[in-house]
Protein backbone atom coordinates (compact mmCIF):
# COMPACT_ATOMS: atom_id res chain seq x y z
CA UNK A 1 0.00 0.00 0.00
CA UNK A 2 1.44 3.46 -0.87
CA UNK A 3 -0.73 6.37 0.09
CA UNK A 4 0.55 9.89 -0.95
CA UNK A 5 2.98 12.08 -1.60
CA UNK A 6 6.24 13.03 -0.41
CA UNK A 7 6.88 16.05 1.47
CA UNK A 8 9.40 18.84 2.29
CA UNK A 9 9.69 22.10 3.50
CA UNK A 10 8.46 25.09 1.96
CA UNK A 11 11.76 27.25 2.59
CA UNK A 12 14.63 27.31 5.38
CA UNK A 13 13.85 27.24 9.19
CA UNK A 14 16.20 27.74 12.26
CA UNK A 15 16.68 26.65 16.00
CA UNK A 16 18.68 28.29 18.32
CA UNK A 17 19.90 26.92 21.20
CA UNK A 18 22.36 24.71 23.17
CA UNK A 19 22.92 21.34 23.57
CA UNK A 20 21.51 19.44 26.43
CA UNK A 21 24.75 17.50 27.56
CA UNK A 22 27.80 19.73 26.20
CA UNK A 23 26.23 22.68 26.78
CA UNK A 24 27.50 24.31 23.00
CA UNK A 25 25.85 27.21 21.69
CA UNK A 26 24.39 25.74 18.37
CA UNK A 27 22.00 26.97 15.62
CA UNK A 28 20.18 24.45 13.81
CA UNK A 29 18.73 24.92 10.24
CA UNK A 30 16.66 22.97 8.40
CA UNK A 31 16.49 22.85 4.51
CA UNK A 32 14.18 21.76 1.90
CA UNK A 33 15.38 18.76 -0.06
CA UNK A 34 14.46 16.86 -3.55
CA UNK A 35 12.34 13.87 -3.79
CA UNK A 36 13.99 10.72 -2.27
CA UNK A 37 16.91 12.46 -0.52
CA UNK A 38 15.28 11.68 2.74
CA UNK A 39 16.83 13.36 6.42
CA UNK A 40 20.64 14.39 6.14
CA UNK A 41 22.58 15.90 9.13
CA UNK A 42 25.43 18.24 8.26
CA UNK A 43 27.99 19.64 10.38
CA UNK A 44 28.38 23.31 8.23
CA UNK A 45 31.23 24.04 11.41
CA UNK A 46 33.54 21.13 9.83
CA UNK A 47 35.84 22.08 6.93
CA UNK A 48 34.74 18.33 5.65
CA UNK A 49 31.15 19.44 5.16
CA UNK A 50 30.32 15.63 5.78
CA UNK A 51 27.23 14.41 4.91
CA UNK A 52 25.34 12.17 7.28
CA UNK A 53 22.16 10.57 6.80
CA UNK A 54 19.49 9.66 9.46
CA UNK A 55 19.61 6.03 9.15
CA UNK A 56 20.37 3.53 12.10
CA UNK A 57 23.46 2.25 9.97
CA UNK A 58 25.18 5.58 11.25
CA UNK A 59 24.05 5.58 14.77
CA UNK A 60 26.97 4.74 17.05
CA UNK A 61 26.80 4.00 21.32
CA UNK A 62 25.85 6.76 23.50
CA UNK A 63 23.79 6.68 26.79
CA UNK A 64 20.92 8.38 27.08
CA UNK A 65 20.77 10.25 23.65
CA UNK A 66 20.80 9.66 19.57
CA UNK A 67 24.32 9.75 18.07
CA UNK A 68 24.65 9.58 14.68
CA UNK A 69 28.69 9.58 12.87
CA UNK A 70 29.75 9.23 9.07
CA UNK A 71 33.76 9.62 8.19
CA UNK A 72 34.92 11.14 11.45
CA UNK A 73 32.06 13.60 11.78
CA UNK A 74 29.23 13.31 14.42
CA UNK A 75 26.15 14.81 15.57
CA UNK A 76 24.50 14.43 18.77
CA UNK A 77 21.01 14.15 20.38
CA UNK A 78 19.04 13.58 17.15
CA UNK A 79 16.17 12.38 18.54
CA UNK A 80 13.82 15.11 19.17
CA UNK A 81 14.12 16.97 15.83
CA UNK A 82 14.19 13.60 14.07
CA UNK A 83 10.38 13.29 15.80
CA UNK A 84 9.46 16.45 14.79
CA UNK A 85 10.00 15.94 11.40
CA UNK A 86 8.99 12.16 11.32
CA UNK A 87 5.90 13.03 13.50
CA UNK A 88 5.01 16.00 10.68
CA UNK A 89 5.91 13.89 7.81
CA UNK A 90 8.46 15.62 6.13
CA UNK A 91 10.35 13.27 4.01
CA UNK A 92 12.90 15.39 2.59
CA UNK A 93 15.38 17.68 4.75
CA UNK A 94 18.52 18.90 4.91
CA UNK A 95 19.59 19.37 8.48
CA UNK A 96 22.12 22.13 9.02
CA UNK A 97 23.88 22.24 12.25
CA UNK A 98 27.33 24.59 13.52
CA UNK A 99 28.25 22.16 16.30
CA UNK A 100 27.79 18.75 17.20
CA UNK A 101 25.19 18.10 19.57
CA UNK A 102 21.60 19.45 18.31
CA UNK A 103 19.96 22.48 20.14
CA UNK A 104 17.64 21.17 23.33
CA UNK A 105 15.26 23.42 22.96
CA UNK A 106 12.83 23.32 26.16
CA UNK A 107 13.53 19.38 26.37
CA UNK A 108 11.15 18.74 23.88
CA UNK A 109 10.28 18.36 20.16
CA UNK A 110 7.86 21.88 20.41
CA UNK A 111 10.85 24.14 18.80
CA UNK A 112 11.49 22.26 16.04
CA UNK A 113 7.63 21.79 15.02
CA UNK A 114 7.51 25.61 15.26
CA UNK A 115 10.40 25.73 12.73
CA UNK A 116 8.52 23.04 10.84
CA UNK A 117 5.45 25.10 11.22
CA UNK A 118 6.63 28.63 10.32
CA UNK A 119 8.61 27.14 6.44
CA UNK A 120 5.23 25.58 5.76
CA UNK A 121 5.41 21.69 4.18
CA UNK A 122 5.13 21.10 0.34
CA UNK A 123 4.03 18.30 -1.82
CA UNK A 124 6.34 16.71 -4.21
CA UNK A 125 5.52 14.35 -7.17
CA UNK A 126 7.15 11.27 -5.87
CA UNK A 127 5.16 8.63 -3.65
CA UNK A 128 5.88 8.02 -0.11
CA UNK A 129 9.02 5.84 0.64
CA UNK A 130 7.36 3.35 2.90
CA UNK A 131 8.82 1.14 5.93
CA UNK A 132 5.88 -1.16 6.96
CA UNK A 133 6.12 -4.11 9.51
CA UNK A 134 5.69 -7.22 7.18
CA UNK A 135 6.40 -9.79 9.76
CA UNK A 136 5.87 -9.40 13.79
CA UNK A 137 9.46 -9.11 15.62
CA UNK A 138 10.68 -8.45 19.02
CA UNK A 139 13.33 -6.50 20.98
CA UNK A 140 13.59 -7.85 24.26
CA UNK A 141 16.10 -7.86 27.15
CA UNK A 142 15.30 -10.30 30.03
CA UNK A 143 17.30 -9.14 32.48
CA UNK A 144 15.75 -5.60 32.48
CA UNK A 145 12.11 -6.59 31.23
CA UNK A 146 12.43 -3.86 28.33
CA UNK A 147 10.51 -5.32 25.42
CA UNK A 148 9.11 -3.87 22.18
CA UNK A 149 7.29 -5.98 20.11
CA UNK A 150 5.98 -4.92 16.14
CA UNK A 151 3.12 -6.75 14.09
CA UNK A 152 2.17 -5.68 10.80
CA UNK A 153 -1.09 -3.68 10.49
CA UNK A 154 -4.02 -3.55 7.65
CA UNK A 155 -3.71 0.00 7.00
CA UNK A 156 -0.61 2.40 6.98
CA UNK A 157 -0.73 3.67 9.70
CA UNK A 158 1.21 4.23 12.98
CA UNK A 159 0.22 3.26 16.41
CA UNK A 160 2.41 3.01 19.32
CA UNK A 161 1.43 1.71 22.62
CA UNK A 162 3.80 2.27 25.42
CA UNK A 163 3.95 1.32 29.09
CA UNK A 164 6.27 3.26 31.29
CA UNK A 165 7.41 1.07 34.42
CA UNK A 166 10.06 3.00 36.17
CA UNK A 167 11.46 2.51 39.79
CA UNK A 168 11.23 6.05 40.91
CA UNK A 169 8.29 8.48 41.62
CA UNK A 170 7.05 10.93 39.52
CA UNK A 171 7.12 8.69 36.35
CA UNK A 172 6.62 4.92 37.76
CA UNK A 173 3.66 3.74 35.98
CA UNK A 174 2.23 5.52 32.83
CA UNK A 175 0.80 4.48 29.55
CA UNK A 176 -0.47 5.56 26.07
CA UNK A 177 -1.89 4.12 23.13
CA UNK A 178 -1.76 6.38 20.33
CA UNK A 179 -1.94 6.60 16.42
CA UNK A 180 0.72 8.92 15.63
CA UNK A 181 -0.54 11.28 12.44
CA UNK A 182 0.84 15.06 12.31
CA UNK A 183 -2.12 16.23 13.97
CA UNK A 184 -1.51 13.72 17.13
CA UNK A 185 1.91 14.34 17.35
CA UNK A 186 1.64 18.21 17.14
CA UNK A 187 -1.22 18.08 20.01
CA UNK A 188 -0.36 15.23 21.97
CA UNK A 189 3.31 14.57 21.84
CA UNK A 190 5.75 17.00 20.83
CA UNK A 191 5.69 19.53 23.85
CA UNK A 192 6.34 16.63 26.51
CA UNK A 193 10.06 17.15 27.94
CA UNK A 194 12.61 15.07 28.69
CA UNK A 195 13.01 13.84 31.81
CA UNK A 196 15.51 12.92 34.61
CA UNK A 197 16.05 12.08 38.69
CA UNK A 198 17.98 14.27 41.12
CA UNK A 199 20.60 11.54 41.02
CA UNK A 200 21.10 11.56 37.40
CA UNK A 201 21.91 14.95 37.18
CA UNK A 202 24.85 14.85 39.88
CA UNK A 203 26.02 11.45 37.53
CA UNK A 204 25.87 13.09 34.60
CA UNK A 205 27.72 16.13 35.91
CA UNK A 206 30.08 13.84 37.62
CA UNK A 207 31.28 12.97 33.84
CA UNK A 208 31.21 16.60 32.29
CA UNK A 209 27.98 16.26 30.97
CA UNK A 210 24.64 18.56 31.43
CA UNK A 211 26.93 21.60 33.34
CA UNK A 212 25.08 24.34 31.21
CA UNK A 213 21.68 22.53 31.90
CA UNK A 214 19.20 24.23 34.28
CA UNK A 215 16.05 22.80 36.05
CA UNK A 216 14.18 24.59 33.04
CA UNK A 217 15.81 22.89 30.01
CA UNK A 218 14.17 19.59 30.94
CA UNK A 219 12.14 18.28 33.83
CA UNK A 220 14.07 17.14 37.23
CA UNK A 221 12.18 15.06 39.37
CA UNK A 222 13.19 15.42 43.21
CA UNK A 223 12.96 11.94 45.74
CA UNK A 224 9.54 12.48 46.41
CA UNK A 225 8.37 12.58 42.32
CA UNK A 226 8.32 16.66 42.11
CA UNK A 227 9.67 18.51 39.42
CA UNK A 228 11.97 20.76 40.36
CA UNK A 229 11.28 24.55 39.77
CA UNK A 230 9.12 23.29 36.68
CA UNK A 231 5.58 22.11 36.67
CA UNK A 232 4.31 19.51 34.48
CA UNK A 233 2.57 20.01 31.62
CA UNK A 234 0.76 16.71 31.36
CA UNK A 235 0.07 14.50 34.50
CA UNK A 236 1.72 11.96 31.86
CA UNK A 237 4.11 13.67 30.20
CA UNK A 238 7.06 11.24 31.02
CA UNK A 239 5.20 8.51 28.59
CA UNK A 240 4.50 11.21 26.06
CA UNK A 241 8.17 11.68 25.56
CA UNK A 242 9.09 8.62 25.67
CA UNK A 243 7.07 7.84 22.68
CA UNK A 244 8.22 10.90 21.26
CA UNK A 245 11.56 9.49 21.44
CA UNK A 246 10.54 6.56 20.17
CA UNK A 247 9.15 8.12 16.75
CA UNK A 248 12.78 10.00 16.44
CA UNK A 249 14.64 6.80 16.64
CA UNK A 250 11.95 5.13 14.24
CA UNK A 251 12.63 7.72 11.60
CA UNK A 252 16.21 6.28 11.56
CA UNK A 253 14.60 3.63 9.33
CA UNK A 254 14.71 6.12 6.14
CA UNK A 255 11.36 5.49 5.52
CA UNK A 256 7.25 6.78 6.16
CA UNK A 257 6.97 3.71 9.06
CA UNK A 258 3.98 1.71 9.90
CA UNK A 259 2.73 -1.12 12.07
CA UNK A 260 1.62 -1.70 15.44
CA UNK A 261 4.22 -0.87 17.89
CA UNK A 262 4.34 -2.04 21.75
CA UNK A 263 6.62 -1.07 24.07
CA UNK A 264 7.88 -0.99 27.87
CA UNK A 265 11.05 -0.08 29.79
CA UNK A 266 12.94 0.31 26.58
CA UNK A 267 15.68 3.01 25.49
CA UNK A 268 17.34 4.34 22.47
CA UNK A 269 19.35 1.04 22.10
CA UNK A 270 16.48 -1.08 21.75
CA UNK A 271 14.70 1.42 19.27
CA UNK A 272 17.42 1.49 17.48
CA UNK A 273 17.71 -2.57 17.31
CA UNK A 274 14.31 -2.72 16.43
CA UNK A 275 14.09 -0.31 13.40
CA UNK A 276 17.49 -2.46 12.33
CA UNK A 277 15.32 -5.50 12.48
CA UNK A 278 12.13 -4.13 10.17
CA UNK A 279 14.84 -2.54 7.93
CA UNK A 280 16.47 -5.54 7.26
CA UNK A 281 13.50 -7.97 7.23
CA UNK A 282 11.74 -5.39 4.13
CA UNK A 283 15.46 -5.23 2.68
CA UNK A 284 15.46 -9.31 2.76
CA UNK A 285 12.09 -9.51 1.42
CA UNK A 286 13.06 -7.14 -1.40
CA UNK A 287 16.02 -9.45 -2.63
CA UNK A 288 14.00 -12.80 -2.39
CA UNK A 289 11.78 -11.45 -4.30
CA UNK A 290 13.93 -9.49 -6.42
ZN1 LIG B 1 14.12 12.55 24.47
Not at 43 to 63: G, K, Q
Not at 159 to 181: K, M, N, V, W
Amino acid sequence: MNHGRQRTLGRPARVHGRGLFHGNDVTLTLLPAPEYHGIVFQRVDLASRVLIPARVEYVVAAPRRTVLSRLGAEVETVEHVLAALAGMQVDNCIVQVTASECPNGDGSAQAFVEAIDSAGIVPQSALVTRLDVAESCSVCDESTGACWTARPTADDTLHIDYELLSPFPGCDRQALSLAITPSTFANELAKARTFVRESEVQSLRAVGLGRRTTPSDLIVFDTNGMPIQNALRYSDECVRHKILDCIGDFALGGARLSGNFSGQKTGHRHNHELIRQIRDSQLGQRRRTA
